[in-house]
């Protein structure tokens, strides 16, 4: 059983800064790419940011300059440092990760409850 578990949600104030955390645990090989998506309010989930085991990163043009991804492999976890957050940044933003089962060969996605960041003008 695999469980992917978000924290650093909240209310900021434009221009502000919060921090995502998303610990993976259970019975896990190895965890390829790990990301997180977001979805506002009547619209569909979109991409913020992923980031593979080699420490390779990708971001939505609207996060560029503004967010970092990052993770600790040791600790099955990744990171989102968002900084000058603006009010279009308000959304439920979710975790994924990729995890490789070795018996099975192959890789399953996973994803976190998700975490409401609201971002006041």
């Known amino acids: 059983q695999v469980q992917l578990v978000e924290s650093g949600g909240g209310l900021v104030q434009a221009g502000g800064s919060l921090r995502l955390s998303c610990a993976v645990s259970?019975?896990?090989?190895?965890?390829?790419?790990m990301g997180w998506y977001r979805q506002a309010p009547g619209k569909q989930r979109e991409l913020v940011a992923t980031?593979?085991?080699?420490?390779?990163?990708n971001y939505a043009d609207s996060v560029k300059g503004r967010f970092t991804i990052s993770r600790d492999n040791a600790k099955n976890t990744v990171y989102l440092q968002m900084n000058s957050l603006k009010p279009e940044d308000t959304a439920v933003y979710y975790c994924?990760?990729?995890?490789?089962?070795?018996?099975?060969?192959?890789?399953?996605?996973?994803w976190g409850q998700g975490t409401q960041v609201t971002v006041s003008s």
């Open positions: 259970g019975n896990i090989f190895r965890i390829n790419d």
């Open positions: 994924n990760a990729e995890v490789y089962f070795y018996y099975a060969q192959r890789a399953y996605d996973y």
């Open positions: 980031i593979t085991s080699g420490g390779v990163t």
